[in-house]
Every structure is written in C-alpha cells, then in structure tokens.
C-alpha cells in the first residue's frame, strides 16, 4: 500500500469514528460558541466595541477550538490499544502522520465552517466577499495548528495527562501563525491594500510549510518503539 | 568508587571551576561598567543593565538551540548521555531566560515607562521560554527514560526551528525593541535621527560579558550534565 493510499486509509478511519458519534465535531462547536459568549459578556460594554472585539475574538475561539479537537486524534487509539494494532499493520509511520493529520485538518475545518458564520452573526460582521479571504487564512491557519498539533497529540497521549500536556505543549506553536492571521483578518475587513494582506499570507504559509515538514520527519521517531 | 563516577566527579570539578570563574568575570564587568564606564548618551544609567541582559539572551538561545541540535544528534547516534546533555542545556537556558525576562522589563519600565510593552521580541522569547517548561512537563510526565529522550529530542528541534520565526518577527514588525548594537551599519552623514553603533568605551565591557557568560554556560551546563549522568549511573547501579 502506498503511503497516499495508507494515509487515506486511516483518515477515513477517523473521520468514520467521528461521523457515527460526531463527540468531537459538537464538544467543539459548543466550545467555540461559548467562547463567544465568554467574550461578549467580559468585555467592557461602554469602550470595547464588538466590530473592534471581532477579529480577536475570532482567532481565540478557533485556536482553542482546534486544541479541544485535537484532543482526540490520539485520544481514540488508546482505548483497546488501537495504536499497537495500527503500528502493527505495514503501514509506515508517514502514513500514519499524514492519515491523522488529515483526519483533524478534516474536522478542524468543519468545525470553522460552523463556527465562522456563528462569529459573523454574533458579531454584525457584514456578509460580503470579505469572507472568501477569511476563510483562506483560516484554512491556511488551521494546517499551522494541525502539523505540530497531530505531532504533540501522539506525544501526550503517552502520559496520564495528555489533556493538560497539549495545550502547554501546543499553544506557543499556535501564537505565531494566530498573529499572521489575526493580522491579516484586521486588514481584510480594513479593506487594506492586497499586498499588505499578501505579506501576512506568505508569512502563514511559510509556517505551515516548515511545520508540516519537519512533523512529517519526526513522527517516526515518535512512534518508534 | 568505580572509574565512571570517578570520570562523572572530574566533569563536575571541572564545571564548578569554569562556573566559578564565570562568576568572578561576571562580577568584574560589573565593576568596570558601574564604575569605570561612562553613561550612554540617551539612557544614562539604564542602560548598564545591558551587561546582563544582552548575554544572557545569547546565553539562552544558545542552550536552546543546543538542545534542538543535540535532539537530532539523539536520533541519529542513539546515545542516551545526549539527552541527559540536551536536559541540562535546557536547564540552564530557563536559568539564563528567568534573568533575561527579569532584565528585560526593569529596563523597559526606565526607558519605555512600561514593564511589559509586548515587544514581539521580548513576547517571543517568553514563548520559547513557556515552551520549554511544556518541556519539562512532559519529561516529567514520562517514566520511560528512552521514551523521554525522545520525545524531549523532539521538543528540542520543534524549538529551535521556533527560533527562526522569532528573529524573523523582530525584523520584519513594529519593534519598541532597540536595534541590536552589534553589527549596526554605520549611520549616513545625512540622516538625523539615525542611531550610530555603540562607542568602544560602552562595547568593551558588553563584549567580555558574552565572553564571561558563555563561560557560565559552560560551567552550568557541565556541573548539571555531571549530576545528570551520575542520577542514571546511581540508577543502573541500583537496578542491577
């Protein structure tokens, strides 16, 4: 089997856990709701204006929704010892990063695609093509949470606190690309100039790119056993 | 005594030695640069922190960095007493990174008025910092020692290929944070405003202090690699 195919494989594995329970997809979305709402009510009324709270807020509840999403990928191959029956099957462990990997770039984006249009009703953020360019830098933001968060998960699974150890473990991988889309969702819904949006993409993807590469060459020796 | 704990005794001596005098240079800067050194021109007196602060900055990317280096030296050599080294390199750069996030905001409350004005340098380096304290947290929620090793060598690269995005962060947004003083282009003739390289009177003393604070690098790191070393030797001993 090639390692697309054995990748594939396991995503669809994943994503069919998921689809029959849909644990994962809710616990997040109800999160990032209540994300929402955490902010809305501890923001000062008089001065904070919910157009200004609108990008932060955004990026907040994505990243720590992904977090809670994240959770699970390794979550579920504990139980019954699954991990052992996968690292048993002749699949190599790149297949395995890139099954996960996709599995929770999968989800993380179903969950934005809820979560977004929540964001934009809850906070009168005016429908308009604006939100096409929203979407691309959550996309791209997404694979910068996911590559060293899919990485981390398999580690912290080893231990008895995996639910603590990655979040500790992940969110300083997530402040920098939080900041590059942040700051080009303040400049999207500013109507800035293109190029100045541009330079905060390439900045995401020069992220994304180095982060899922060298995941990709360490989860081997994650899973070396 | 065997002859390896004999040989894990003479690093440690060593490492106190070089410790020690590190300490000692590290003093005798400060006595030059309080007493001998002249203020500098925009920030008078604040800016002796610089002794401190600057070194300990390159003190603690180092050790960082060293950790991702010998993270993937781990992967490729297998040698446990790597891992006990990449430890103790980590430790000592949270020491060198305490000093720095501690300078940093006493200096910053004279001259920016604020103790923490989120300069992405300053922030970025309190990231790497919370980083390695995931770090030691998953070191100490693993009990397996080679499973530790590699997860810590792990840890250690996906760090220091952090590092990059935070120098790139400096350079490339509004930094509060002052152009670093070594390796300044000179300053045209016709530009006001332009900031000139550090005079030599005021660059003497900060260049001994990475000298004195590379040595206390190295006697840190060797005094905690020793201890390091002689724990799994007290370990395989017992077990057998």
């Known amino acids: 089997m090639t390692v697309g195919r054995a990748a594939l494989a396991i995503a669809a594995k994943d994503l069919r856990i998921e689809w029959r329970h849909r644990t994962a997809f809710a616990t997040s979305v109800v999160f990032a709701v209540l994300v929402l709402m955490v902010f809305v009510f501890a923001r000062d009324q008089g001065s904070v204006s919910l157009t200004t709270l609108a990008p932060t807020v955004l990026w907040v509840m994505l990243a720590l929704a992904t977090v809670v999403t994240l959770n699970r990928a390794f979550l579920l191959e504990r139980e019954n010892a699954a991990l052992d029956g996968i690292l048993l099957a002749p699949v190599s462990a790149t297949a395995l990063f890139w099954g996960k990997w996709l599995a929770n770039i999968a989800l993380v984006m179903v969950v934005e695609a809820v979560a977004i249009p929540l964001w934009v009703m809850f906070f009168n953020v005016e429908p308009s093509v604006r939100l096409a360019g929203i979407g691309a830098v959550a996309v791209l933001a997404a694979i910068g949470f996911t590559a060293p968060g899919t990485l981390f998960s398999a580690m912290a699974v080893r231990t008895r606190f995996a639910e603590l150890l990655l979040p500790v473990l992940l969110l300083p991988f997530v402040i920098p690309p939080l900041f590059f889309a942040s700051q080009a969702t303040v400049r999207i819904l500013g109507d800035a100039p293109a190029g100045d949006i541009w330079g905060w993409l390439r900045l995401l993807a020069l992220y994304d790119i180095a982060f899922l590469a060298l995941a990709t060459m360490l989860f081997p020796m994650v899973m070396d056993q | ?240």
């Open chain 2, 1 to 240: 005594m065997t002859p390896e704990f004999d040989a894990i005794d003479r690093i440690m001596r060593r490492g106190r030695a070089i410790m020690l005098a590190g300490l000692l240079a590290v003093a005798g800067i400060y006595v030059v640069a309080l007493r001998y050194t002249p203020p500098e021109a925009h920030q008078g007196l604040a800016f002796k922190i610089i002794y401190v602060h600057a070194p300990a900055a390159w003190a603690m990317e180092m050790a960082f960095v060293l950790v991702g280096v010998v993270g993937a030296l781990y992967f490729w050599l297998r040698d446990p007493r790597l891992d006990v080294f990449g430890e103790a390199s980590a430790t000592v750069g949270m020491v060198f990174g305490t000093v720095l996030l501690t300078t940093g905001p006493i200096w910053g409350r004279t001259i920016w008025g604020a103790w923490w004005a989120w300069d992405p340098r300053l922030t970025f380096t309190l990231l790497l910092y919370l980083l390695f304290a995931g770090y030691f947290a998953l070191r100490s929620a693993l009990r397996d020692p080679v499973e530790r090793a590699r997860f810590g060598a792990v840890i250690g690269i996906m760090g220091t290929v952090l590092v990059p995005f935070i120098h790139l962060t400096v350079y490339l947004f509004n930094s509060q944070h002052p152009l670093p003083v070594l390796g300044r282009p000179p300053c045209p003739p016709d530009k006001p405003g332009c900031e000139p390289s550090l005079p030599w009177v005021l660059l003497k003393p900060l260049l001994l202090s990475f000298g004195a604070f590379t040595m206390l690098y190295v006697g840190f790191v060797m005094t905690r690699y020793g201890i390091g070393l002689r724990d799994a030797a007290t370990e395989a001993r017992d077990a057998e």
